[in-house]
């Protein structure tokens, strides 16, 4: 069964950093892109970033760009999520999602976790 | 940059069918996939490709893509597919990916 299980998450101070993590199992995970994917409270979701199983391939949202960082580690099945600089827009639940096809839809995702950036 | 259109809110009868369009400029040349989210839960695949289902999305739920309009039509719809759903494309041009707003769909 694949499961995808988020952890990190917290308050953190405007300016502070955090570090996501996504333990997967269940499935080969050095053969699968993975995603973060963002959702303000009471909002739509949002697309942070994406890292290629290799990991060759990073991209990442525009408005995000320089201040977040995508790694993964495939020896211990897990993708990270490196926030600095955060700003209150910043506060969402952050989750881990797995990629399908080269389409990139998200086939399989974690149940989430909080990042709530206030002083 | 490249935008999904969703409608905001969708109200259907039970046993009606309900119709959720995500609008782009020339989507049709996309692959666009869809998502049921319920309050409280993590999002769920339940179109990808345009209409391809997942295993365990009930045949109630299929897909359209053409032009500048994509559709998720849920047939006989039932009080548990209240959710928000959501429509996403890859931009292979930026290699982003690109969310639509969402719809609330509501059950009379």
């Known amino acids: 069964e694949v499961q995808l299980v988020e952890s990190g998450g917290g308050l953190v101070k405007p300016g502070g950093s955090l570090r996501l993590s996504c333990a997967a199992s269940?499935?080969?995970?050095?053969?699968?892109?993975m995603h973060w994917v963002r959702q303000a409270p009471g909002k739509g979701l949002e697309w942070v970033s994406f890292i290629s199983g290799s990991p060759t391939y990073i991209y990442y949202a525009d408005s995000l760009r320089g201040r977040f960082t995508i790694s993964r580690d495939n020896a211990k099945n897990s993708l990270y999520l490196q926030l600095n600089s955060l700003r209150a827009e910043d506060t969402a639940v952050y989750y881990c999602?797995?990629?399908?096809?080269?389409?990139?839809?998200?086939?399989?995702w974690g149940q989430g976790t909080l990042v709530t950036v206030s002083s | 940059s490249y935008m999904l259109t969703q409608p905001p809110s969708v109200s259907v009868a039970p046993g009606k069918t309900a119709r959720i369009t995500c609008g782009g400029n020339?989507?049709?040349?996309?692959?666009v996939h869809w998502y049921q989210q319920k309050p409280g839960q993590a999002p769920v695949l339940v179109l990808f490709y345009d209409s391809d289902r997942p295993s365990g999305i009930p045949e109630r739920f299929s897909g359209f893509n053409s032009g500048n309009t994509a559709t998720l039509t849920i047939s006989r719809v039932e009080a548990g597919d209240e959710a928000d759903y959501y429509c996403q494309v890859w931009d292979s041009s930026s290699d982003h990916v690109l969310f639509g707003g969402g719809t609330k769909l509501t059950v009379l």
């Open positions: 999602a797995r990629n399908y096809g080269v389409k990139k839809a998200f086939d399989y």
């Open positions: 020339n989507i049709g040349s996309y692959s």
């Open positions: 269940g499935f080969t995970f050095s053969s699968y892109t």
